[in-house]
């Protein structure tokens, strides 16, 4: 999630809480519940077997979106491995790209001022 440190920081983790809900039931419309984790405090995993990647790509774009409609946003990084053993490498890989992401959008907008009234 881009700016949850902001938004807890400038108004309360009231709203920063609504942001946490808007993404993840964002996540959760798009994925099965028990294919989505929360792993830090801005950061969520999504595991999935049942997706290959170009589907987990739209997936996310979806999920992006409604996020965006709420006037949040969020950067997300993509790693596909088919029969191989090794999660901590794919999510390494997965967490590289959605750095990525995310240094490309705060490149591109100035910490812009979240809504409040989500």
Not at 14 to 30: P, S, T, W
Not at 74 to 79: D, F, L, R
Not at 90 to 106: P, W
């Amino acid at each position: 999630m881009n700016g949850l440190h902001e938004v807890n920081n400038k108004y309360g983790h009231k709203v920063g809480d609504q942001m946490l809900q808007i993404v993840a039931g964002a996540l959760l419309k798009e994925f099965p519940f028990e294919q989505v984790f929360r792993i830090g405090g801005d950061e969520f995993v999504v595991i999935s077997e049942d997706y290959d990647s170009n589907e987990c790509a739209l997936k996310m774009e979806r999920v992006a979106q409604q996020v965006e409609s709420h006037d949040y946003y969020i950067s997300y990084g993509i790693a596909h491995r088919e029969n191989e053993i090794g999660a901590d490498r794919i999510a390494q890989e997965a967490d590289v790209r959605m750095l990525e992401n995310k240094r490309a959008y705060y490149a591109e907008h100035e910490r812009r001022r979240p809504r409040t009234d989500a």
